[in-house]
């Protein structure tokens, strides 16, 4: 990754300051734990953890089973690391099994809703059963330790009961996004030499069937490590069948025995591989491990979400990431909660469909991501409004910076003016949230807060010398973590340029400032990072103050090559319904950024548009807006949502 800059500066000041109230403290699980360690202020708590990580973490993992005990709790031969070394566990026996042995048994797991409107609702019980005998009938196929397995299905429980299934027999499953396209899943199934692969017919998403089966059979075609496809009958549609190597999901289930043994496995064997796609060249195959990741999810999941026994929690993502593996799937579940899954869009059949679900089951914790805050926002407040919210508890952000007029919609609109929002800064590598605020904190909107418990994050210039306040740079972990990813599959030498670009830290690939008080202002990725006459600013601010004006929704800021310059500033926005692009806009919009950044963040150019490339996980693709600007290749577009 090349180092463009030494630091950048910032411009935009938010100075709005929401404190915590006293009830939400008093019942925090962080407000408890501080005070079972002798602590009376989050500062004290955190000193403590970042100086003793490997007590702090040991501590968090002794509250979940091994089958056996670790002798070293961390192995750091840079950059590689180890955590609970020679430890056994399985990340499914403490996600289920154990909870067999308690009243979590008979609770709720997901709530389950299509977007159809059909419902499916399973106890904790009733998944430990599918997954078992789901494990079972995959085991009898041939799968075992360290196979890898595609799961290639929507927002169904048959997705997550794979994912279960396939971890409980200590197989790797690597989760693709269901409406990824041929080319990117016969890359990704043939970078992880999968072994089989689990999809489905089709599905239903905005109201339109979307067939899967035949992209299943072009991106096989020429394949020679997947023996078996295992299929889900979600639509019950005509599909084209391989005999021999196609099969019923349904059939082969039913086949299982009704218990099917869980796996002991070494602490650092792998658990899965999630792809992310890099600037250029193919996907990164990102592994991350049972012990650590296990321990990493739990205790996040436990002080960020505050999640307790009485909660429903809903994130809505999909486990076709990240933040769907560690924080629909895993971290609920080790925490014994009970999640709500939903299969559809924020807007079908009306954009008042999540505050319904919300209504519906009581959702008490909701975590979405900054593009359907924005997203729903544009549709007005009527919505929001015909709903009974008042379930909600805690908010969480996250995936791009969270612009403050969003943050402060969110929390107005969807957390009566007094709901704290949780904005998680993490990444598909660091496995768990490692930048945020928890119940306690007192919030600035727009900041993602402070590091995390054992956390040691900073922002620094190139050589690793930390930056003044109020100064952006580079943001690096300073130590490794538990749930952080071990390597790149099949590319050890990928893995090592997140620890040698700035000699020996973890660099992330973001541009970050901190202010006097310590909180953290992700600016986004350096890629995004715009040079004007000698100025750095972060493509992000400027967008984040466009979308301060009221005729803005939506908008994307890219550099483009100026002979005086540098670089000048073009922008493209999304207006709100209601308003017109033209002349007079367009000039109130640069007067608007001259008075919330200054002159030298004004775009030359404003473009109105009807819609932004986005990736399928909502972040704008600024690479594809500047190729096309500059008659560029436009390069890699496997991850393109429209
Ligand atoms: O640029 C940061 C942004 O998303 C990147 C990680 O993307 P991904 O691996 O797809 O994982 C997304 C879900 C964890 C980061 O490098 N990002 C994520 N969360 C935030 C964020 N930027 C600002 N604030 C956040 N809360």
């Known amino acids: 990754m090349a180092l463009q800059f030494e630091h950048t500066d910032r411009f935009l000041k938010e100075t709005r300051l929401y404190e915590p109230d006293d009830s939400t403290v008093s019942r925090a699980n962080i407000t408890a734990y501080m005070r079972s360690k002798g602590f009376s202020t989050w500062d004290e708590l955190y000193r403590w953890s970042v100086a003793n990580p490997e007590e702090f973490w040991s501590e968090m993992a002794r509250e979940l089973e091994w089958m056996k005990p670790w002798k070293t709790v961390r192995r750091w031969e840079p950059p590689y690391v180890q955590w609970f070394v020679g430890a056994q ?99 990704r199934i043939n970078d992880a030499q999968a072994k089989a692969v689990i999809a489905c017919d089709g599905y239903y998403y905005q109201g339109k069937l979307v067939e899967r089966k035949s992209v299943v059979d072009e991106a096989l075609r020429d394949n020679d490590t997947v023996e078996h496809v295992i299929v889900v009958r979600r639509t019950g549609t005509d599909i084209p069948w391989q005999a021999g190597r196609d099969v019923d999901w349904a059939e082969l289930v039913a086949s299982g025995a009704d218990r099917h043994p869980v796996e002991p496995v070494d602490s650092e064997h792998p658990l899965f591989i999630l792809y992310t796609s890099g600037t250029t060249g193919k996907p990164k195959g990102v592994v991350h491990t049972h012990g650590g990741y296990m321990v990493g999810v739990y205790t996040t999941a436990r002080f960020v979400f505050d999640v307790q026994p009485d909660d429903i929690f809903w994130c809505t ?11 629909i799937v895993y971290g609920p579940l080790i925490n014994g909660v009970t999640s709500v899954f939903y299969e559809g869009a924020p807007t079908y059949p009306d954009p008042g469909r999540f505050w319904s679900i919300v209504q519906r089951y009581g959702v008490t914790i909701f975590y979405t991501a900054p593009t359907a805050i924005r997203g729903l926002m544009r549709h007005g407040d009527q919505w929001p409004a015909q709903y009974d919210l008042s379930s909600l508890r805690l908010l969480g952000s ?3 910076p969270i612009n403050p007029e969003a943050w402060v919609w969110y929390r107005e609109k969807i957390g009566r003016g007094q709901v704290p929002i949780m904005d998680t800064w993490w990444q598909t590598e660091t496995g768990s949230i490692l930048i945020t605020p928890t119940p306690i904190t007192p919030l600035k909107p727009g900041s993602a807060t402070r590091p995390f418990l054992g956390i040691e994050a900073d922002v620094v210039d190139r050589s690793g010398q930390p930056v003044d306040a109020n100064r952006g740079g580079y943001l690096v972990i300073k130590q490794p973590w538990p749930s ?42 350096v890629d995004d990072v715009i040079s004007v006459s000698g100025y750095r600013l972060g493509s992000m601010e400027i967008e984040s103050a466009l979308v301060g004006h009221p005729a803005v929704a939506e908008a994307a800021v890219i550099g483009k090559p100026h002979p005086v310059k540098g670089e000048s500033i073009k922008a493209f926005v999304i207006l709100r319904k209601g308003y017109d692009a033209g002349e007079a806009l367009v000039s109130e919009l640069k007067q608007f950024i001259r008075q919330n950044i200054g002159p030298i963040a004004v775009p030359d150019d404003i473009q109105v548009v009807d819609s932004l490339p986005k990736t399928r996980s909502g972040k704008i693709m600024r690479r594809l807006l500047k190729a096309q600007e500059l008659g560029l290749p436009i390069g890699d577009v496997s991850t393109l949502e429209e």
């Open 484 to 525: 952080m990813m071990r390597t790149i599959f099949n590319d050890p030498k990928r893995y090592e340029v997140y620890w040698n670009t700035i000699p020996g830290m973890y660099f992330a690939g973001d541009a970050a400032h901190k202010d006097e008080d310590g909180y953290f202002w992700i600016q986004g990725r």
């Open 89 to 187: 566990c399985n990340i499914v026996h403490n996600a289920l099994d154990r909870h067999m042995r308690t009243p979590v048994r008979n609770k709720v797991a997901f709530y389950w809703e299509g977007e159809d409107g059909a419902r499916r609702t399973l106890s904790y019980a009733d998944l430990y059963q599918e997954v078992n005998r789901a494990a079972s009938a995959l085991s009898k196929l041939g799968i075992t330790k360290g196979d890898r397995v595609i799961i290639y299905l929507p927002r169904i429980p048959e997705q997550i009961i794979s994912m279960l299934a396939v971890a409980r027999l200590g197989a790797v499953h690597s989760v693709v996004y269901s409406a990824f396209s041929a080319p990117a899943l016969r890359d």
């Open 398 to 400: 996250v995936g791009e």
């Open 317 to 327: 993502a999909d486990p076709g990431w990240v933040t769907g593996h560690s924080y």
